[in-house]
C-alpha cells in the first residue's frame, strides 16, 4: 500500500550529481526516488489527506495513462495536455516562473510550450544517450539473429551450428 497524495510524493532533494548520490536518491528495491512530499497544501493552508492506494493499482494507472492507445497523445504529449488542463483551473494564474504580474494567456502558452518542449526535447536525448551507453541489443534483435545462425544445443539435429550463440559471448 502507498500514500499518493502530495504529502508524500514530490519535493524531492536536489537531483544527484555524481553515482554515488545517485544509488542514495532512488530507492532501486521500493521503486523511486527518496521524496518528502509536500507538508501543507498551498491552496487550503492545510497538511495533504492521506490517500492510501495499492502500488499495484498505482502503478498500473500509471501505465495505462502513458500508454493508452492510438487515440491519445504520445507520451511527451501527456505533458502538453497536463499544463492545459493546470492551465483552464480558474484558480490557476499565469504568471512566467510563477511570479510577477500575470501574462495574457497567449504570452503564458507560448512561453509555457517552449520550455515544455524544450525540456522534453532534452529529457528525449538524454534517455536515447543512456540508452545507447548501458543498453545493448533488443531481444527481439537477438532472437531474429540466432534465428539465421541454427541451433547450437544439439549437433545430431538439422540447422546445427556452433556459431548460433557466439554473439553473446562477445
Known sequence: MWDISPGSIGNSNALPRTFEEYQAFY?????GVVQQGHPINP???KPYVP???PRGDYTRVLAE???DGPASETPPGHWFALVNYVADHPAFKRRFKGQGSELAPLEWDVKAYFLLGGAL???AITAW???????YVRPISAI???ATKGQSSDKTLSHYSHK???WCLA
Not at 27 to 31: C, K, N, S
Not at 129 to 135: N, R
Request: proline letters at 0%.
Open 27 to 31: 530507492d532501486i528495491a521500493e521503486g
Open 43 to 45: 491552496y487550503t493552508g
Open 51 to 53: 490517500q492510501i492506494v
Open 65 to 67: 495513462f502513458w500508454a
Open 121 to 123: 526535447h532534452d529529457a
Open 129 to 135: 544517450g543512456i540508452k545507447g551507453w548501458y543498453d
Open 144 to 146: 531474429r539473429y540466432m
Open 164 to 166: 548460433a550463440c557466439n
